[in-house]
């Protein structure tokens, strides 16, 4: 059986990094295209539907923060930031507007490749049938969410759709309910890497994630914070037939 290539785009200004990802990516089986600003992606967009974006933060124009936050505002495509900036306040800041992921500049292409392939595993089109034993439909708090479509519903029937980021966190927790998980722990089970030092992206993650669960930190009741420690969800978890 054939597999359709995953579409990226690559955003950046800098014409020899946009060739020498779009060759080293596409030798790689992806089909690449490459745009140097907001208004060249937009025209992609128009033309091609892409599974994941990367994009530089220091553009012309548009910066890459307003090119995630109005992404956004439409989509739950992937989005890997790349940044030069040594500033953590411009990482943190990316994935708070919406980003999956970021590498700093420069990089070695492999790496990239590999944060590729790991965010592409957890958020293309969730597959059309769920690991053995595992229920389609949870129930927790006054939530339930359905695994197949990756989309939260609340207690009036509304659907809200997911990004693979935010997905990726609650199935963790949703599959270790009541059980302290460190910064570590989850960085590890949602990354499938083990965290660089000091690196403060899961706290954006879960208040991304309260967010879309009608929550913030200083009064969640779904998931606390375990002061030294981590995060709980403290909610029982039903499986739904």
Not at 27 to 48: I, K, M, N, P
Not at 52 to 68: A, E, K, N, Q, Y
Not at 135 to 142: I, K, L, Y
Not at 166 to 188: C, G, I, S
């Amino acid at each position: 059986m054939t597999t359709t290539p995953a579409t990226l785009i690559v955003v950046d200004d800098d014409p020899e990094i946009c060739e020498l990802l779009a060759d080293y990516l596409g030798r790689h089986g992806y089909r690449v295209f490459t745009a140097d600003g907001a208004q060249a992606l937009h025209t992609l967009r128009a033309e091609h539907t892409p599974d994941l974006l990367i994009v530089d933060l220091m553009l012309p124009g548009d910066d890459g923060f307003t090119i995630c936050r109005d992404v956004r505002k439409h989509s739950d495509v992937p989005i890997i930031m790349l940044t030069a900036s040594a500033d953590e306040t411009d990482r943190i800041l990316g994935l708070e507007l919406g980003a999956d992921d970021y590498l700093g500049k420069p990089f070695n292409p492999r790496e990239l490749l590999a944060r590729v392939k790991a965010v592409l595993r957890r958020t293309r089109s969730a597959p059309p049938e769920l690991p053995a034993g595992q229920a389609r439909w949870v129930s927790f708090g006054n939530w339930q969410l359905d695994r197949m479509t990756r989309e939260l519903i609340d207690l009036q029937g509304e659907r809200a759709a997911l990004s693979g980021a935010d997905f990726q966190l609650l199935q963790v927790f949703l599959e270790h309910p009541a059980k302290v998980l460190t910064r570590d722990d989850l960085y590890a089970l949602t990354r499938g890497r083990d965290a660089p030092p000091l690196d403060r992206s899961i706290d954006v993650h879960v208040c991304r994630l309260r967010q879309r669960l009608g929550e913030d930190a200083q009064h969640s009741q779904l998931i606390r914070t375990v002061r030294g420690a981590g995060y709980v969800l403290t909610a029982q978890v039903d499986a739904l037939t």
